[in-house]
């Protein structure tokens, strides 16, 4: 009876390998020189008991939501970095040309965000200061997190590049 056993165990294999989430990594490459690259913008992630004024966007009341555990919940400044070749692109929001194009450095954790483009394609990953992959560490750190923003948003980020920024909120 030791076939039909065995039988089961591949199958019951096979369906692991199908249902099984595929290891979280990331897809954008580190770029070793961003802290060479301009600086476009300094912003924040917001504290967890950040209020916000009422009308706040969908948009922004998620990124506020999904980051609000950085730094234990007290928030931290971020500082944008654009790769200097793509610069009139990042202004233009694309289109983009092959390479890393962006940053978002969480100042207090020590995240690198990055988004890289490869043929037009919007393309993600987080890092730490040294470029070790962190994409498992947090759910909201992996790949396909953040393209349910920045792909899924397609009127604010445009070409993989947000254009609504979360301090803009307070600035009214
Ligand atoms: C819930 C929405 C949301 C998710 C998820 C999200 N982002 Fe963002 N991201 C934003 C917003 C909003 C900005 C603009 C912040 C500002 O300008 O104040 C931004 C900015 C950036 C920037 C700077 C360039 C740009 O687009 O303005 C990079 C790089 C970036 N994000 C990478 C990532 C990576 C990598 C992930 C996944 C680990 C991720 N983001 C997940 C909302 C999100």
Redesign the pocket.
């Known amino acids: 009876m030791s076939r039909p056993k065995g039988l089961l165990a591949m199958c019951l294999f096979v369906t692991a390998l199908i249902v099984l989430p595929v290891k979280a990594e990331s897809i954008a490459s580190f770029p070793k020189d961003f802290l060479d690259w301009p600086v476009v913008?300094e912003?924040a992630s917001l504290p967890a008991d950040a209020v916000l004024p009422p009308d706040t966007s969908l948009f922004?009341q998620?990124?506020v939501r999904?980051y609000s555990w950085i730094n234990n919940g007290q928030g931290s400044p971020l500082t944008?970095r654009v790769n200097p070749n793509k610069l009139a692109e990042y202004q233009t929001h694309g289109p983009y040309s092959d390479g890393p194009t962006?940053?978002?450095v969480s100042e207090a954790q020590g995240i690198v965000?990055?988004?890289e483009h490869i043929g037009g394609e919007a393309v993600?990953?987080?890092y730490n200061r040294q470029g070790e992959d962190i994409s498992h560490q947090h759910p909201?750190?992996q790949p396909t997190?953040?393209q349910?923003?920045?792909t899924t948003y397609k009127d604010i980020?445009i070409n993989g590049?947000?254009t609504?920024?979360?301090?803009e909120m307070y600035s009214e």
Not at 164 to 167: G, K
Request: glycine share 4%; proline share 3%.
């Open positions: 913008k912003s922004i998620e990124s999904a944008i962006a940053v978002a965000w990055v988004t993600y990953g987080s909201t750190l997190f953040c349910s923003c920045h980020c590049t947000c609504e920024p979360v301090l």
